[in-house]
């Protein structure tokens, strides 16, 4: 039973938070101001992302093998790379550290 | 060349394409492993759509945490999507229940990849990849339920580096503009400093807020 209550109102809340936007606004324009704010949610959002996925643990922070293959990714962007080469690169270089650690 | 929305959307998230089916799985196994049974695991891939709040709920329950602590882990590290579906609102079209449905399309990868570098973002791969994403993130769980343990943990192959990998590569296309490289330095800044000492999904939320760093340049 507690799992249940768990998967509807996760559920229910989750459906709730995605849609909140896109069924009150719509197409409805935001005003200019907002507007860019909006459009900044893009860069800032996704650096949030990198920053927790590659440090972030259950208790925390944590400090593991995803920051090589994180840094693996920053050169192999540098050298521009294709995505899907770059995102490759990561996983190797994380599951090569984690065999030798 | 135009592509139709599906195969542009799915080729857009062709680099984890074997990822979050494998991590599909492993949230199949964890939850059998929880004692959360063969059907709501599934039902929760399919509803909920979102992995990080999904294994939060399986890890706590497993750790015979409350349901109230799983509850609101779950819906915290989901807040960010009230800010991250206020961003996509204008692709969204029909009625309200219509753009309800389809927004739930919307997870972090399918967001992601449907940016574009001017701040708008692509209605097809939106909902393209989230399609392609959805389908395979249910598909895994329900194999992971069904014993998709010889798979083995997707990290001992570091796919969990796949999904940081992804959003740099992604951020370094949105980084055009003075204002877009101050937000996303505040944004990651926040998020590194309150990491260790708040729940997860808090980070993530309060660097929103970086936002504001780059309307004032």
Do not use: H
Request: net charge positive.
């Amino acid at each position: 039973m507690t799992v249940w209550i768990a998967v509807a109102v996760v559920g229910a809340g989750t459906i709730a938070l995605k849609g909140l936007g896109p069924a009150l606004l719509g197409t409805r324009r935001l005003p200019e101001r907002m507007a860019t704010l909006v459009g900044l949610l893009a860069p800032t959002l996704l650096a949030a992302l990198v920053v927790t996925q590659t440090l972030g643990s259950s208790d925390g922070l944590s400090v593991d093998a995803r920051l090589v293959g994180v840094g693996a990714a920053v050169l192999a962007l540098a050298l521009r790379a294709p995505l899907i080469v770059v995102v490759a690169l990561a996983a190797v270089a994380t599951a090569v550290t984690r065999a030798l650690g | 060349m135009r592509l139709p929305p599906i195969p542009a959307g799915a080729r857009a998230v062709l680099p984890i394409a074997v990822t979050v089916p494998l991590f599909g799985v492993s949230f199949g196994v964890l939850a059998r492993a929880a004692d959360m049974g063969v059907v709501a695991p599934i039902v929760m891939s399919a509803t909920t759509f979102a992995g990080s709040s999904q294994f939060a709920v399986a890890s706590i329950l497993d750790e015979s945490g409350s349901l109230a602590a799983a509850i609101v882990a779950a819906l915290l590290l989901n807040a960010r999507y009230a800010a991250i579906g206020i961003s996509v609102a204008p692709l969204f079209r029909g009625s309200r229940l219509r753009r309800l449905l389809e927004s739930q399309l919307v997870v972090d990868e399918s967001w992601a990849v449907s940016a574009r570098p001017d701040g708008t973002f692509d209605r097809r791969v939106l909902l393209g990849a989230g399609l392609t994403l959805y389908a395979t993130w249910v598909l895994g769980t329900a194999l992971g339920v069904l014993g998709g343990g010889f798979l083995g943990d997707p990290k001992r192959l570091g796919l969990d580096a796949a999904f940081p990998a992804l959003f740099l590569a992604l951020l370094a296309g949105q980084l055009g503009s003075p204002r877009a490289v101050a937000a996303a330095l505040a944004g990651g800044g926040i998020a590194l400093v309150l990491l260790p000492f708040t729940p997860p999904g808090v980070p993530i939320v309060a660097a929103v807020l970086g936002c504001l760093v780059g309307l004032r340049r």
